[in-house]
């Protein structure tokens, strides 16, 4: 099951990485803390692995030091960005810009509500 949930957040974080230029921390990160049960170090760390090269190398072996990093979640995410960064921005090309505007402005509002009605 956590394969299919790994290579389902990296497709969904790629189609928003295309259309919005966004992935890491405001994709991955939340969605491996509250739909896969990762901690928040574990999730900071596997999304920098996923988003390796070339900014995040220094970060990823800093939080692979310290046991934080699950290589095998990194490359299932690296699977479903590769492809949906592609279909992402296919899909926001075609949309009207304040749609998309408007798109994101929700999709950040849900992420702060979900930061501040959780633990």
Not at 21 to 46: D, N, R, Y
Not at 64 to 87: D, E, R
Not at 90 to 114: E, N, Q, S, W
Request: positive net charge.
């Amino acid at each position: 099951m956590q394969i299919a949930s790994l290579l389902s957040l990296g497709l969904v974080a790629g189609v928003l990485a295309g259309m919005f230029g966004i992935g890491g921390g405001a994709i991955m990160v939340p969605a491996m803390m509250f739909l896969i049960g990762f901690s928040t170090k574990l999730a900071t760390g596997t999304s920098l692995a996923a988003l390796l090269l070339p900014f995040g190398l220094f970060g990823v072996l800093e939080y692979y030091k310290n046991g934080q990093v699950n290589i095998p979640a990194a490359l299932l995410l690296v699977a479903g960005l590769f492809v949906g960064s592609y279909f992402g921005a296919k899909l926001t090309l075609g949309l009207p810009d304040i749609v998309v505007k408007r798109a994101f402005g929700v999709f950040l509002i849900v992420i702060a509500l979900r930061y501040l009605t959780t633990e």
